[in-house]
Nanobody
Framework: QVQLVESGGGLVQPGGSLRLSCVLS????????MRWYRQAPGKGAEWVSA????????YYSDSVKGRFTISRDNAKNTVFLQMNNLRPEDTAQYYC????????????????????????WGQGTQVTVSS
């Protein structure tokens, strides 16, 4: 049984940083293309970032590009989302999801309709940016 567990959320002041982690258990992380998405109250869900199985290809939404960095350590079955220069509008519940296939066009996974429904979901971690 594959499980995803996120951690690292919390309350931070504008301009601050947080590092989210997502640990995959029950399988080998290197087999999964990984994404982060966020959901804020009263707003639609947004695909924030994605990374291919090797960690060499990444996607970022325009709203986080230049501030967030996705990475992965397959030896530790973990995906990270480093979030810098946080803004109040980044406040949301952040979720890690996994697709059990190799996808090189991770941009398409986040921006286009297609066979990209996640196979596994984490429970989410709350990020609140406020002074």
């Amino acid at each position: 049984q594959v499980q995803l567990v996120e951690s690292g959320g919390g309350l931070v002041q504008p301009g601050g940083s947080l590092r989210l982690s997502c640990v995959l258990s029950g399988s080998t992380a290197s087999l999964y293309t990984m994404r982060w998405y966020r959901q804020a109250p009263g707003k639609g869900a947004e695909w924030v970032s994605a990374i291919d199985t090797s960690g060499s290809v990444a996607y970022y939404s325009d709203s986080v590009k230049g501030r967030f960095t996705i990475s992965r350590d397959n030896a530790k079955n973990t995906v990270f989302l480093q979030m810098n220069n946080l803004r109040p509008e980044d406040t949301a519940q952040y979720y890690c999801v996994a697709n059990a296939k190799t996808v090189t066009n991770v941009r398409a996974m986040c921006t286009e309709e297609g066979p990209y429904d996640p196979d596994y979901w984490g429970q989410g971690t709350q990020v609140t940016v406020s002074s």
